[in-house]
């Protein structure tokens, strides 16, 4: 839960409103999420099972009548009755508890896997809905921009300095803008849906989403403890520790058993004779042992184990290998990202400045309307190259906050 909150507050790394927004999202999304729950319930019934564990073999009783009466020397018995109890060798109920906590160690790394999963999904998704947000206020303010550039176009037209070929062209390119709008408008409602099933509540409840987001100056400092403390690395450690009690229990399985009983047969009383012990009822003390003889089993679950460890550490180290590709590809793809965006920012700048003189030249009576389209084309696609760096870095952020805090 600790690294949970680590990566919670660290997953946010742009400004305290959208760390607040996103924060509760994601406390909303672990708390109504049907897959939490049941890990949740699963490590419920495997610390349940700490009590199941914690019992001894039924006591056994019995009783019998004899129906031809054995004669002895103090009189005839009549009936027999038994009582006895089995008991583990000494440490094996220990040993099954400490079997059953490990499992149930288990079950809990399960539950902080899926809450950072669920913590990225939140996230990805939450960026890829700003991401349609700043698209969208992108593509209006382009298509308010080409209404401008229609207005210049048709007052030329009037004083014969443009054709209405000019003025088409730019209908034309706001009709494109205003279809790239509404694909923007379904792809919302798409990504709605989906944040809104993470948090397991109505598809069409709205969404707070933070109006403004850009790169910080410099990448933050991770605080995390790198992966080996990465629930999906620790997984493997509680598998490791289940194998080694597992082991410790079947060498327990294979030790004697140890039973405790008595007997109790009463005896009727010889009517034709007297003396000190007639009719004394017969009481008699038992004690059992079972011997594993044929301990084949054992044998077979103790090289089960040996290769079972082996095992869970190979796979540790196969995952291990797995989540270091993946940390510094999303190292690299936000490093990218920065890149893009920077170049994204010079480029934006040196399109407003050929605007600028291209408005100037209107002021002198000529302008250039194809030139107009195609500085407004790449004005468009640097905008929305730099939203889409902007959510990149921020997605791959999440990605390395999952694999290291």
Known sequence: ????????????????????DLQSYILEAQENNPQIQAFNLKYSIAQEKVNEVNTLPNTNLSAGYFVSEPETRTGAQRARFSVSQMLPWFGTITARQNYAVSMSNVDYIEIAIAKRKLALAVAQSYYQLHAIEAKQKVLDQNIQLLKTYERLALTSVEVGKASAVDVLKLQIRQNELRQQREILDQDYVAEKSNFNNLLNRKTTMSIGIVSEMTLPLEDPIYLGNGLELNPEILKYDELYESIVQSELLNKKDGAPNIGFGVDFIPVQERPDMNFEDNGKDIVMPMVT??????????????????????ETELQKNERINLLQSALAKAESVRNEARIKYNTQQINLKQSKNAEEILMKNYETGTIDFNDVLDIQELQLKFQLNQVESVQLYYVQSAIINYLIN
Do not use: G
């Open 1 to 20: 839960m600790k690294n949970i909150k680590i990566l919670i507050c660290l997953i946010m790394v742009s400004t305290w409103a959208e760390a607040q």
């Open 289 to 310: 042992f079972s011997f594993p003889i044929f301990n084949n089993r054992i044998k077979s679950v103790s090289k089960q184990n040996e290769m079972r460890l082996k």
